[in-house]
């Protein structure tokens, strides 16, 4: 029998916790109660979501400036292209600078109404391509863009896709952080193919640990990513059961997670929902811990 998955880890990961800027009061004590239990994780940063068409652009900047100014964590604002010109762009840009956010996750986004082509705003960024270069020419902030394992729906084919993140590089993007997949060959396949490509930055899997099957499967159908059958099988009767649903939406995700770090992923970017458990579990199972000063505060 080969060595139980979790026998070699060692702790030398380095994570990063994505949530969405909380729409009422009990969400916003959700998201401080989280960001509480993952702080001393030591993540390399955190990042909130911009809602569609711009609808949170309040919202995510004032998360993201209150993570900054009051965590101590390296805080990044999403930012995407959809219906602002390039002027509202640059300006929220350089609200952020002056915020001392010095990180953006910079994106096309997705149309306000599901479905409907993308049209960009007649002065706008066309696409994250843009929105890198424009983001860059404001100030040197550090930038995250978005990645396919299983190519964007929009996409011509898988070499027009990782063209369009060669050139998200190319105009000044850092690393690369990928939509959701549940199957490690499926990363590991699209890492060969970029690096094919000459696409040199990091490539970091976005880890969503799923604990309901028909949400994921919406969400999935929007962006190119496949929910594997057994993923069905798995859950099937657990309807009423959320601690066995958690449980076993911690087993999957911490056995993708354990294969990639077989394959020498290091750095995992986890899509929380603003929810801590499931993250913590799969960081812990990876060998990371409290740091000391940390663990010692929050006794
Ligand atoms: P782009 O990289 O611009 O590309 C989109 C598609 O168009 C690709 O298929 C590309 O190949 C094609 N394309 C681009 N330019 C050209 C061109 N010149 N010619 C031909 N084809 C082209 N959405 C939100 O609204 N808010 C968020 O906070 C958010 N966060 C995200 C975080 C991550 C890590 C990821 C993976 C996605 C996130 N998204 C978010 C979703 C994202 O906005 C959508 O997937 C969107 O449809 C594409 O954005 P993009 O930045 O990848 O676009």
């Given at each position: 029998?080969?060595?139980?998955?979790?026998?070699?880890?060692?702790?030398?990961?380095?994570?990063?916790?994505?949530?969405?800027?909380?729409?009422?009061?009990?969400?916003?004590?959700?998201?401080?109660?989280s960001i509480a239990t993952l702080a001393p994780l030591g993540p390399r940063f955190v990042s909130v979501t911009y809602g569609a068409g711009g609808s949170t652009r309040e919202r995510t900047h004032s998360t993201v400036a209150r993570i900054q100014r009051e965590t101590g964590l390296e805080a990044a604002a999403h930012l995407t292209c959809v219906e602002a010109s390039r002027d509202e762009i640059d300006a929220v840009a350089r609200d952020y600078w002056a915020a001392g956010i010095r990180h953006i996750v910079a994106l096309r986004g997705d149309p306000p109404e599901q479905g409907k082509a993308f049209a960009s705003h007649p002065q706008g960024y066309a696409n994250a391509v843009e929105l890198v270069r424009g983001l860059k020419a404001v100030a040197p902030f550090e930038i995250s863009v978005a990645a396919y394992p299983e190519c964007h729906p929009e996409s011509r084919n898988r070499a027009a896709d990782l063209d369009n993140l060669w050139r998200k590089i190319d105009a000044g993007a850092d690393r690369a952080i990928t939509q959701f997949f549940f199957t490690p060959d499926c990363f590991f396949r699209f890492r060969d193919q970029a690096a094919v490509m000459g696409i040199?930055?990091?490539?970091?899997?976005?880890?969503?640990?799923?604990?309901?099957?028909?949400?994921?499967?919406?969400?999935?159908?929007?962006?190119?990513?496949?929910?594997?059958?057994?993923?069905?099988?798995?859950?099937?009767?657990?309807?009423?059961?959320p601690a066995a649903r958690q449980l076993v939406a911690a087993t999957v995700a911490a056995e993708l997670c354990g294969r990639l770090y077989a394959g020498g992923v290091r750095h995992f970017h986890f899509y929380t929902l603003n929810r801590a458990e499931l993250a913590y579990a799969i960081c812990h199972l990876l060998g990371l811990r409290p740091a000391p000063q940390a663990a010692e505060k929050a006794a």
């Open positions: 029998l080969a060595e139980p998955l979790f026998a070699d880890v060692a702790g030398d990961i380095a994570v990063s916790f994505e949530f969405f800027p909380p729409r009422t009061e009990k969400m916003e004590e959700t998201l401080w109660q040199d930055a990091e490539i970091v899997p976005g880890i969503l640990p799923v604990s309901n099957v028909a949400q994921t499967r919406k969400f999935a159908g929007q962006c190119g990513a496949d929910i594997p059958d057994w993923m069905d099988r798995l859950f099937e009767g657990l309807d009423n059961l």
